[in-house]
């Protein structure tokens, strides 16, 4: 197989910001960066989603607003641009949505950008000062956009245990790296959002996952209920 040493890009994933490697190929070195974009979505060496989780909803915002002919359209039903909002514009924003770990500042700029998509449908402005919950009563709606970044997660965590991911996928989620414990709080985890919304640990989980009709019975609420973020991230 050819490689063409212009392309791949090396990137180590550590809290450090100093560490460089060299890998030479054909005599050539390859770049080390600190992100790139594999598959639609971008990675850091840091291992942080925030910043992938603020560049979809720029994405999505800014689909919203191609979209804004449609969606402030007084001849259309309200029923039928909720829908357009949820397949075309929602829809951009999910993708990726199960290799995420939320921190409570990424659930509440969700939370936000759910109810700016609604603000943008029925063109309120800040100004008018209406809060959030008169805006779902007017449409008859209920938050939602959280609920479904919870129910990918859940499903891609059964995927994972059910072995359907490859032996590789569970591993990186049961695998423990030896390293020095770092001072201060420790890092919340991609394990830690399952944990919380489910309410059990994560051997738990693992054993009530292989019978799926427990497992449906445990999250199917989950994924009908706001997930909750009083815990400190």
């Known amino acids: 197989m050819y490689i063409n040493a212009q392309k791949p890009k090396i990137m180590v994933v550590s809290r450090q910001d100093n560490i460089s490697v060299q890998v030479d190929h054909e005599g050539e070195s390859l770049e080390q960066v600190h992100d790139f974009k594999f598959l639609g979505s971008y990675k850091s060496a840091d291992a942080d989603c925030t910043k992938e ?60 950008l759910e109810m700016w998509c609604h603000r943008k449908m029925l063109s309120i402005s800040w100004q008018e000062h209406r809060t959030n919950d008169s805006i779902l009563t007017e449409l008859g709606l209920k938050r939602e956009l959280i609920e479904r970044v919870a129910k990918l997660k859940l499903q891609y965590f059964s995927h994972i245990t059910w072995g359907n991911a490859g032996q590789l996928a569970l591993t990186v989620l049961e ?26 640990k994560y051997i738990q989980l693992k054993e009530m996952s292989q019978n799926r009709a427990q497992w449906r019975r445990k999250t199917s609420p989950i994924c009908c209920r706001q997930p909750s973020s009083r815990k400190a991230d």
Not at 177 to 189: I, N, S, T, V
């Open 53 to 112: 989780i603020k560049r979809r909803i720029a994405l999505t915002r800014q689909k919203a607003v191609v979209l804004a002919s449609i969606l402030k359209d007084k001849n259309i039903k309200t029923a039928t641009k909720v829908k357009v909002m949820k397949s075309m514009v929602w829809a951009l924003f999910q993708y990726g949505v199960e290799g995420w770990t939320l921190k409570k500042s990424d659930r509440n700029g969700i939370k936000a």
């Open 175 to 200: 695998g423990i790296m030896e390293e020095l414990q770092h001072q201060g709080r420790p890092r919340r985890q991609w394990i830690h959002d399952i944990e919380e919304w489910t309410g059990c």
